[in-house]
C-alpha cells in the first residue's frame, strides 16, 4: 500500500504541490491525471526520493520514505516507470537490466531478469541489443522490466503511452493489469485520460499542485466536465 499525507514539494524555490493527500491499495490502480504543470512529475520525483518533499509523509506498507536515497526507496518497495524511456543506450538489454537489478543478491538477479522475460517475451531477442538502438516501444518495455525485476509492493509508471504506438500502449497496459492482480499498489500518471480511465479503479486530479477532484474512475468517466474544467483552467 502507498500511503501519501500532506505532501509539499518546492522547486526552484517556488511551492508546486501544495498539501497532496492519496491511498493507494494493494492490488489497485489510481490514475493521477491534470494538465501539464500541474505538479504530477513533482510528486513523481518526490516519491522515488529525488526531490526533497518540504513536508508530508510516504509510506509503503508502513515503512516511511522521509529522507531517504532513491535507492533506499527501492529498497522499501516503490519502483517508477519514468517518462521519457530513459536507458544506459551503449549498454545492451541484458546489461540493462542487470543494472536495474542490482539491489538484488547476486544469486538472484538472473532469475529475476528470466521472471519478467516471461511477463515480456517481446525482449528476449532484444537481450544482445544496445538500448540506443531500440525503438521507443521497446524502450518502454524495458524500462517496466526493470522496475518489476525486485516484484515492488508499490509501482509508479509516469506516462505510459508517452509517444507510443496503439498497439505497444494495449501491451504495456495488460503488463500494468498484471503487476496489480499480482499484488502491487499502481500509480498511473497519463495524459491520454481515456486509457488511464480504463485501466484505474480511481482517479485523482490535480490542478496547480492541488487535488480538485476524487473518486472512483466510473464516476469520472460519466462526468467529463471535471477534466475538462482542469484542463482549461
Given at each position: 500500500m502507498l500511503e501519501v499525507r500532506q505532501l509539499h514539494v518546492s522547486r526552484g524555490g517556488k511551492a508546486v504541490v501544495h498539501g497532496f493527500d492519496l491511498d493507494v491499495a494493494a492490488g489497485e490502480i489510481v490514475a493521477l491525471l491534470g494538465p501539464n504543470g500541474a505538479g504530477k512529475s513533482s510528486i513523481v520525483l518526490a516519491l522515488a526520493g529525488a526531490v526533497a518533499r518540504s513536508q508530508g509523509r510516504?509510506?509503503?506498507?508502513?515503512?516511511?520514505?522521509?529522507?531517504?536515497?532513491?535507492?533506499?526507496?527501492?529498497?522499501?518497495?516503490?519502483?517508477?516507470?519514468?517518462?521519457?524511456?530513459?536507458?544506459?543506450?551503449?549498454?545492451?538489454?541484458?546489461?540493462?537490466?542487470?543494472?536495474?537489478?542490482?539491489?538484488?543478491?547476486?544469486?538472484?538477479?538472473?532469475?529475476?531478469?528470466?521472471?519478467?522475460?516471461?511477463?515480456?517475451?517481446?525482449?528476449?531477442?532484444?537481450?544482445?541489443?544496445?538500448?540506443?538502438?531500440?525503438?521507443g516501444g521497446q524502450k518502454q518495455m524495458v524500462c517496466m522490466a526493470q522496475a518489476l525485476l525486485a516484484r515492488p509492493k508499490v509501482l509508479v509508471v509516469d506516462e505510459l503511452s508517452l509517444g507510443l504506438a496503439p498497439l505497444v500502449v494495449r501491451r504495456l497496459a495488460e503488463v500494468v493489469r498484471r503487476a496489480a492482480a499480482d499484488g502491487a499498489a499502481v500509480l498511473l500518471i497519463e495524459q491520454f485520460t481515456t486509457l488511464a480511465l480504463s485501466l484505474a479503479n480511481r482517479a485523482c486530479v490535480l490542478q496547480r499542485g492541488r487535488t480538485v477532484w476524487s473518486g472512483g474512475a466510473l464516476a469520472l468517466r460519466e462526468q467529463p466536465e471535471i477534466l475538462h474544467g482542469s484542463y482549461l483552467a
Open positions: 510516504v509510506r509503503v506498507h508502513g515503512t516511511a520514505l522521509e529522507g531517504l536515497s532513491p535507492d533506499a526507496v527501492r529498497r522499501a518497495g516503490l519502483a517508477i516507470v519514468p517518462e521519457g524511456h530513459h536507458l544506459l543506450g551503449s549498454l545492451s538489454v541484458h546489461d540493462n537490466l542487470r543494472a536495474a537489478a542490482m539491489l538484488l543478491p547476486a544469486a538472484e538477479v538472473e532469475p529475476a531478469i528470466a521472471r519478467v522475460l516471461k511477463i515480456l517475451p517481446e525482449l528476449e531477442a532484444k537481450l544482445a541489443q544496445p538500448g540506443r538502438t531500440l525503438s
